[in-house]
T-cell receptor, first 115, second 110 residues
Framework: EAGVAQSPRYKIIEKRQSVAFWCNPISGHATLYWYQQILGQGPKLLIQFQNNGVVDDSQLPKDRFSAERLKGVDSTLKIQPAKLEDSAVYLC?????????????FGQGTRLTVV | SQQGEEDPQALSIQEGENATMNCSYKTSINNLQWYRQNSGRGLVHLILIRSNEREKHSGRLRVTLDTSKKSSSLLITASRAADTASYFCATQGGSEKLVFGKGTKLTVNP
């Protein structure tokens, strides 16, 4: 089965610019996660979708970050305007929704550098 | 906020030795998962243990879960240089929110 696809792999932007990341989850997976991973740290959950509804976005900086999941499949994460501290790897993951939970499958991530 | 906290932060061993990593968490969970991340790559799931399970095996991996102590351990037996990576525990509750710890960086020297 195809894995989680993310693009672009790398992005360099100047502070105050905007950027968007795209994620295509595994077919049939209802749950989609976006994580931010700063170098040397664990992934931090930004937002969790089930189908096209938001389950948790408590750690999403909503003044600059936004995310949507079109028709419960693909998802985009946007940062506008970017700050230096947004430099990180942005990881997308998906899992099938099933009772007590299940393993998540991760994409390769998008490495963002804000200069 | 991070739910799991791994210990130690870094571990260096020789090939053939066993590696043990620990994870502590704070709130009730449905399951606990372990993931591996090679440098510059995405995370790969290793094993999931449910809250009503105490021990689980998968190849050279052994995971234990003690819900009374809110802790888990990952044991890698007969380690290989290819096991060099960062290892993360992640807890999952009723909403399937998956929260990661800070990770243990394992180095296996040939």
């Amino acid at each position: 089965e195809a894995g989680v696809a993310q693009s672009p792999r790398y992005k360099i932007i100047e502070k105050r610019q905007s950027v968007a990341f795209w994620c295509n989850p595994i077919s049939g997976h209802a749950t989609l996660y976006w994580y931010q991973q700063i170098l040397g740290q664990g992934p931090k959950l930004l937002i969790q979708f089930q189908n096209n509804g938001v389950v948790d976005d408590s750690q999403l900086p909503k003044d600059r970050f936004s995310a949507e999941r079109l028709k419960g499949v693909d998802s985009t994460l946007k940062i506008q305007p970017a700050k230096l501290e947004d430099s990180a790897v942005y990881l997308c993951a998906s899992s099938s929704w099933g009772g007590p939970g299940g393993l998540a499958f991760f994409g390769q991530g998008t490495r963002l550098t804000v200069v | 906020s991070q739910q799991g906290e791994e210990d130690p932060q870094a571990l260096s061993i020789q090939e053939g030795e066993n590696a043990t990593m620990n994870c502590s968490y704070k709130t009730s969970i449905n399951n606990l998962q372990w993931y591996r991340q090679n440098s510059g790559r995405g995370l790969v799931h290793l094993i999931l243990i449910r809250s009503n399970e105490r021990e689980k095996h998968s190849g050279r991996l052994r995971v234990t879960l003690d819900t009374s102590k809110k802790s888990s351990s990952l044991l890698i037996t007969a380690s290989r240089a290819a096991d060099t990576a960062s290892y993360f525990c992640a807890t999952q509750g009723g909403s399937e929110k998956l929260v990661f710890g800070k990770g243990t960086k394992l180095t296996v020297n040939p």
